[in-house]
């Protein structure tokens, strides 16, 4: 699908959609749980599909009504294989993988997309130490065996998905755990969110130093939970306020665990009497950010600078280079470095044509981007948003953007 924007001003008010890192986390653990939750406020999308459909294949049923989701979780033994189709979605994979091998389900992994690019080479080493045979290198993975407790060395500035899964899998463990960091932990606030999320669950997880001691064969307590808005997706409209609409959103945690608030600070840090500066944002905790970051600096008058971000090469796209392609398609002047972009002004964006790069992040980081151009932007590929924000499009139009499908293929 190829979308038609035209320049706009967006006005009025948003409910952000809910955040779809507490959902996945908030529907692993009620699936886990032996009884019933129901989780409401979920947004979905391909993505939270995803984890659902992995969690069925694990033997918990869902049942959906309007935003609310009730949730049978697992009982009993697991029969036969689990066929799990984690689509494009990082965050299915890396969090159920140690969760089914924890269950001691036979299982197959499948993905598309650039998910079997992905790494989860942490997880061949450390799951494979610990009761668990990777049948097969690539995906579909094959795994077959029962995880069992003990010393886990993770590197801490791969993903913090990797640490997430081994939280949910290993109080399921019969034996005590430890997970060692070896390195600086990036992406820390995704990590509390699971802290936060497990706590919920009435799982006991001890923090001390770098490491975390899970003891074995706790229990999983059903209960309800709302799924918080999500920061990273009001960050665009932040980003799009900072430009010259005035969007207020809504649906949000003022103390949310979220580290993409911190879009709020580097926004108030990045302007001054209504006008964009620039700005030096170290990415290590909010690499979601990036993308609509980018367009921020786009539109400053100084220099801006994006570090500590090398990770977003394997994500949906490689997105350093995606937002810069992006960017720089409508005139804008953004270089790639080793970690990270250098933003430097042109004195606003033109118009062109950009690639979505398959990467839905990148097509609601080019539809703000749009709002301020001197021109039309055509983005191919805006299907892609609907991994993570299906509504984002008509939520655009309805405050005042000027987004039109022009070609559905």
């Not at 808005?229 to 009001?234: K, L, P, R, T, V």
């Not at 879009?263 to 964009?276: F, H, K, M, Q």
């Amino acid at each position: 699908m190829d979308v038609l924007i035209k320049p706009s001003v967006l006005n009025g008010r948003l409910d952000i959609p809910a955040s779809k890192s507490c959902a996945h986390r908030a529907l692993i653990c009620a699936a886990l749980a032996d009884g019933v939750s129901v989780v409401s406020g979920v947004t979905f999308s391909k993505d939270i599909d995803a984890t659902i459909g992995a969690m069925t294949a694990l033997g918990a049923h869902f049942s959906i009504d309007g935003d609310s989701v009730t949730v049978h979780g697992i009982s009993g033994k697991i029969s036969g294989q689990a066929d799990i189709d984690c689509c494009e979605s990082g965050s299915t994979l890396r969090f159920v993988m140690p969760v089914a091998a924890a269950l001691g389900a036979d299982s197959i992994f499948r993905g598309q997309g650039r998910l079997p690019e992905r790494p989860i080479d942490i997880y061949k080493r450390e799951l494979s130490k610990h009761g668990v045979r990777f049948v097969t290198d690539s995906m579909p993975y094959k795994l077959t065996g029962r995880l069992t407790g003990g010393r886990y060395e993770i590197e801490g500035n791969v993903s913090s998905q990797f640490i997430t899964g081994l939280l949910f899998a290993l109080p399921l463990a019969d034996g005590d755990s430890e997970i060692v960091l070896t390195s600086r932990l990036e992406s820390r606030p995704y990590v509390d969110i699971t802290l936060d999320v497990l706590k919920r669950s009435g799982i006991v997880i001890t923090e001390s130093g770098n490491s975390f001691f899970v003891k074995g064969g706790q229990k999983y307590i059903p209960h309800d939970e709302r799924v918080e808005g999500d920061y990273s997706q009001a960050a665009f409209f932040y980003v799009a306020n900072a430009i010259g609409s005035s969007v207020e959103v809504g649906n949000l945690l003022p103390d949310s665990s979220q580290g993409d608030k911190a879009i709020i600070d580097i926004i108030a840090n990045a302007t001054e009497n209504g006008s964009v500066k620039g700005y030096s944002a170290d990415c290590s905790d909010i690499p979601d950010l990036v993308p609509i970051l980018s367009v921020l600096g786009a539109y400053g008058s100084e220099k801006s600078v994006i570090f500590n971000a090398e990770r977003l090469r394997i994500k949906e796209s490689d997105r350093l280079a995606a937002c810069a392609d992006m960017l720089n398609r409508l005139g804008g002047n953004v270089k790639v470095t080793p970690d990270g972009l250098e933003i430097t002004p042109t004195g606003g964006l033109a118009s062109g044509e950009v690639d979505s790069f398959g990467d839905h992040r990148i097509v609601m980081a080019a539809a703000i981007a749009a709002l301020g151009c001197r021109g039309e932007v055509i983005i191919r590929g805006a299907e892609a948003a609907e991994k993570s924000y299906p509504d984002f499009f008509r939520d655009y139009n309805r405050l005042g953007g000027n987004a039109n499908v022009i070609n559905m293929e």
